[in-house]
């Protein structure tokens, strides 16, 4: 089982103005609650005193997670583009803040 969870640990209030991360082309699935963190398969968090900027999640094949496919909060800056999410519990892509684009496929849903 694999899942994706991008945590950032700043020991300074110094914000990066772009961390340039790309997350594209994986293949994430069979995700429960007890095999990854909240049962999401990409999950980005961050703080409003230090949020994540810069990122890029895309192309990525998604499937049987317990909860969310994607799910990120207190991200700008964020593109969420061509992913293939299908078959998830929860919510396929929450997003809870700035979002530049977001194009996807999302099939099965059930909540």
Known sequence: ?????????????EVVENLNIVI????????????????????????????MRG????CNKIFNTQRYGIFATTVSDLCVYGNKIDNITGYGI???????????TIYNYSQ
Request: charged share 15%; glycine share 4%.
């Open 1 to 13: 089982m694999h899942f994706l969870c991008i945590i950032f640990n700043f020991l300074s209030t």
């Open 24 to 51: 594209e082309k994986n293949t994430i699935g069979n995700i429960t609650v007890q095999s990854a963190a909240y049962g999401d398969a990409i999950r980005l968090s961050a703080t409003d005193a230090l949020p």
């Open 55 to 58: 990122i890029s999640i895309e």
């Open 94 to 104: 929450i997003l809870e803040n700035k979002i530049n684009e977001l194009v996807n």
